[in-house]
C-alpha cells in the first residue's frame, strides 16, 4: 500500500506505545490514511497529524485496559481499533450504528488478521442483553458526547465494578459538574481526571475514569 505523502511522519513515540504490535499499527495507519477520507472516515486536513492526534492519541488508553472492553461510538476505529491492535491480550467488542463504518471497521479487523475484535451494528442504548458480549469489563469512548449523555449510554453496559473510560477534551473538570446527576443515576464512584500523553511527549489527553457501581 502507498503511503499517501501528507500522512505525518511516524513520532517516535509509536514504537514505545505499540511495542512489538508497530507493524499492525503502521498497516492501520496507512490504510486509514489511503481510504479514510473516500469513505468518509476522516477529513484531508486530519493527514498531517493522524499520527500523533489519533493513533497515539488513542494508543495511551492501552496500558489502562483489562479483560473485555467495549468501545463506544468507534468511527473509524478511534479508540477501539488502535487499542485492540496494542492490547491482543484483551478483547475489543466495537460499538458503531452506521453501515458504512462498521464494514470498514470488520474489514480492517479482517485485514489485519486480529481475533480479539467484534463489531456490533448499534447505537449503545440498544445494545443492552445482547448476551455474550455483555457485561463488560470497561468501556471507552471518544469523541462521542458530552459526559452527561455519554454516562447513560456506557455505564449500563459494564458490570458491577467495572470501568468507564471516556477520553475527554480540556473541559473534563466542567464536563464532570454538569454530569453530577447522571453520576448519581449510574452509580458510579471514584470520578477522575486522568492527563496522558506528556509522559511520551506527546500532547496531553483527559481521560476521565469512573467505576460503575462498586
Ligand atoms: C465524532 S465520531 C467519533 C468517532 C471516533 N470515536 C473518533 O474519536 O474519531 C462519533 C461516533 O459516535 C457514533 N455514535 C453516535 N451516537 C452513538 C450511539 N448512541 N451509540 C454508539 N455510537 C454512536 C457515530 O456514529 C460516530 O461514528
Redesign the pocket.
Known amino acids: 500500500m502507498t503511503t499517501p505523502p501528507s500522512l505525518e511522519a511516524e513520532p517516535a513515540a509509536a514504537a514505545a506505545l505499540f511495542g512489538d504490535r508497530i507493524e499492525l499499527a503502521r498497516s492501520y495507519t496507512v490504510s486509514l490514511a489511503s481510504n479514510g477520507e473516500t469513505l468518509g472516515l476522516i477529513g484531508p486536513r486530519e493527514l498531517p497529524q493522524l499520527w500523533s492526534r489519533?493513533i497515539l492519541n488513542s494508543a495511551l488508553l492501552a496500558p489502562l485496559l483489562r479483560g473485555r472492553v467495549g468501545d463506544?461510538?468507534?468511527?473509524?476505529g478511534?479508540?477501539g481499533l488502535v487499542l485492540a491492535i496494542a492490547r491482543p491480550d484483551v478483547h475489543v467488542t466495537l460499538?458503531?450504528?452506521?453501515e458504512r463504518?462498521t464494514e470498514w471497521l470488520r474489514s480492517e479487523a479482517d485485514r489485519m488478521g486480529l481475533t480479539n475484535v467484534a463489531v456490533l451494528r448499534a447505537?449503545?442504548?440498544d445494545v443492552r442483553g445482547s448476551g455474550d458480549l455483555l457485561p463488560l469489563d470497561q468501556v471507552t469512548?471518544?469523541?462521542?458526547s458530552a459526559l452527561r449523555t455519554l454516562i447513560p449510554?456506557t455505564a449500563p453496559l459494564v458490570r458491577s465494578g467495572g470501568e468507564l473510560l471516556l477520553m475527554k477534551g480540556g473541559r473534563a473538570a466542567d464536563e464532570i459538574v454538569a454530569a453530577q446527576k447522571a453520576i448519581r443515576k449510574h452509580r458510579l464512584d471514584h470520578v477522575e481526571v486522568l492527563e496522558l500523553g506528556a509522559e511520551h511527549g506527546l500532547e496531553t489527553t483527559r481521560v476521565v475514569r469512573a467505576v460503575v457501581d462498586p
Not at 463506544?72 to 473509524?76: E, K, L, R
Not at 460499538?95 to 452506521?98: N, R, T, V
Not at 469512548?141 to 462521542?144: I, T
Open positions: 489519533h463506544v461510538g468507534s468511527g473509524a478511534l479508540p460499538i458503531e450504528p452506521m463504518r447505537r449503545a442504548e469512548a471518544r469523541a462521542v449510554l
